[in-house]
C-alpha cells in the first residue's frame, strides 16, 4: 500500500485528492497538512511514501517544506504554473516532480505510482527545460563539491544523464549493457546524495559538466 501525505491549504483541493487516491487498490491518504511545517510534523509520525505538496502555502510554504522534509517520502510538487520558478527550487531541494493542478486524474495516480516506486516523475529532458530558465537564480551549486568521489565512467555517465540520455541510450553509446549503466546512475545518486534521476540532471547542470548548448 503507498502512503500518501497530502499538503494544500485548500480543503476542498485535499478532499478532491484524498477521494481520487483512497479510491484506488494500492494507495491510501494516511494524513493531511494545511501548511510546510504541519507537513513535516505529520511525516515524520506516519512516514509517508509520497507526499502531494502545494508549493504555495501560508506559513512554511512548500518549498521550504521540500527542503526541511525528513529522509524518506518521495516529494510531488503541486503548482498552478508549469514553469514556476519556484518548482526549479523545489527540485534543487529534493522534489521528484512536479504537476500542475488541473492534471488529469489518471495521471495524478499514475504520478504516485511512479514515484513511489523510486522514479523521477520528470523526464530528463523536461527538467532540462527548467533549468534553462531558471538556473540563473540559483545562488549556488548543488553537490559539486561531491564530484570529485566520482569515477571517471560515472562522472561520463552523469553528464549523459544530464543531457537526458536513458539507460539504454546510455549503455549503447558506452558499450555497456543497460544493467552496467542502471549501476553507476545508482553509484552516482548514492556518492551526490541525488534522491533521483532529475536531481541527477540539476547537479550536472549546475557543475558546469552540462552546458546551455546541450538544450
Known amino acids: 500500500m503507498i502512503k500518501v501525505l497530502l499538503a494544500d491549504d485548500q480543503a476542498l483541493v485535499r478532499a478532491g485528492f484524498k477521494a481520487l487516491l483512497d479510491a484506488q487498490p494500492d494507495m491510501g491518504v494516511v494524513a493531511e497538512a494545511a501548511d510546510g511545517a504541519e507537513a513535516i510534523r505529520l511525516a515524520r509520525e506516519h512516514g509517508p511514501d509520497v507526499v502531494l505538496m502545494d508549493i504555495r502555502m501560508p506559513g512554511m510554504d512548500g518549498l521550504t517544506a521540500t527542503r526541511q522534509m525528513p529522509e524518506g517520502p518521495h516529494i510531488i510538487i503541486l503548482t498552478t504554473f508549469e514553469?514556476?520558478?519556484?518548482?526549479?527550487?523545489?527540485?534543487?531541494?529534493?522534489?521528484?516532480?512536479?504537476?500542475?493542478?488541473?492534471?488529469?486524474?489518471?495521471?495524478?495516480?499514475?504520478?504516485?505510482?511512479?514515484?513511489?516506486?523510486?522514479?523521477?516523475?520528470?523526464?530528463?529532458s523536461v527538467t532540462r527545460r527548467l533549468i534553462a530558465e531558471y538556473a540563473s537564480r540559483a545562488k549556488e551549486p548543488l553537490a559539486a563539491e561531491n564530484l570529485d568521489q566520482l569515477t571517471d565512467r560515472e562522472r561520463e555517465v552523469l553528464t549523459l544523464v544530464g543531457g537526458g540520455m536513458t539507460n539504454d541510450e546510455i549503455a549503447a553509446k558506452l558499450f555497456m549493457s543497460p544493467a552496467t549503466a542502471k549501476t553507476h546512475v545508482s553509484r552516482a545518486m548514492m556518492k551526490l546524495h541525488a534522491r533521483d534521476r532529475a536531481q541527477l540532471v540539476v547537479i550536472a547542470y549546475e557543475s558546469g559538466l552540462v552546458k546551455p548548448g546541450w538544450l
Open 83 to 124: 514553469l514556476d520558478e519556484y518548482v526549479f527550487e523545489a527540485l534543487r531541494g529534493g522534489a521528484s516532480g512536479f504537476l500542475v493542478k488541473d492534471t488529469e486524474p489518471a495521471e495524478l495516480i499514475q504520478a504516485v505510482r511512479v514515484v513511489a516506486a523510486g522514479e523521477a516523475l520528470l523526464s530528463p
